[in-house]
């Protein structure tokens, strides 16, 4: 089944505790990216890969890492998680390949609270 | 600047029709799409429009004018499982680069 799976579903953390979220896809998509959803504010990205070991910013990157060393993952790292992170987060991938048409497939997303 | 209005929150009967609306400002258009989204789900594909007009697909239907920087999804038939988010995003460009820009979402709410 092609899917982007993200893990973990739930996280409960302390400020300052670095902390992973991971996500694969199997559908061999070039294009990954990173959103955090919070009320009132929609769907932001924070990062976004076009290919392995190519990387940029999105919108809101601050306080943020990703690294794609393989086509299928791309993680996303807080190495100091705040507060003012505690949010709903989504991986996206979609192919390249006439890109500007193609809908992104979205993961289950991750539900994330810093104390 | 980028922007994206939709509606904050709609209600709507079963059966009945409903239409969202979103009008959008964005530097350059490559797309518009318009995604479901359950509560505390991953947003799901509904519809694709790229040149003006209408787009059919069973019981939604999505419209595009870019001259009027607009666009509707029209929900016919409503049942109770359409009760859910529903996110206007553009593709446009920021910062020279290609990117999808999505609005707040309505919230839609079917009632029995």
């Known amino acids: 089944e092609a899917q982007v799976t993200q893990n973990p579903r739930y996280l409960i953390t302390v400020t300052g505790k670095k902390l992973t979220v991971t996500c694969s896809q199997n559908m061999n998509h070039e294009y990954m990216s990173w959103y955090r959803q919070d009320p009132g504010l929609g769907l932001r990205q924070i990062y976004y890969?076009?290919?392995?070991?190519?990387?940029d910013k999105g919108d809101v990157p601050e306080g943020y890492k990703v690294s794609r060393k393989e086509k299928r993952n791309f993680p996303l790292i807080l190495e100091s998680p705040s507060p003012n992170q505690t949010s709903l987060y989504f991986c996206a991938s979609s192919p390249l390949a006439g890109f500007s048409s193609y809908e992104q497939y979205f993961g289950p997303g991750t539900r994330l609270t810093v104390t | 600047g980028q922007n994206i209005d939709q509606p904050t929150e709609m209600t709507a009967t079963e059966g009945a029709i409903v239409q969202i609306n979103c009008t959008y400002q964005t530097s350059g258009f490559n797309g518009l799409f318009w995604y479901q989204q359950h509560a505390g789900e991953a947003p799901t594909f509904l519809s694709y429009?790229?040149?003006?007009g209408l787009e059919e697909k069973g019981r939604f239907s999505s419209f595009l004018s870019r001259s009027k920087g607009y666009s509707y999804l029209l929900l016919k038939e409503l049942q109770m499982k359409d009760s859910a988010s529903y996110l206007c995003?553009?593709?446009?460009?920021?910062?020279?680069?290609?990117?999808?820009?999505f609005g707040t979402g309505t919230r839609l709410q079917v009632f029995p």
């Open positions: 995003a553009v593709r446009g460009v920021r910062e020279n680069t290609d990117k999808l820009i």
């Open positions: 429009n790229v040149l003006d």
């Open positions: 890969s076009m290919n392995v070991e190519v990387t």
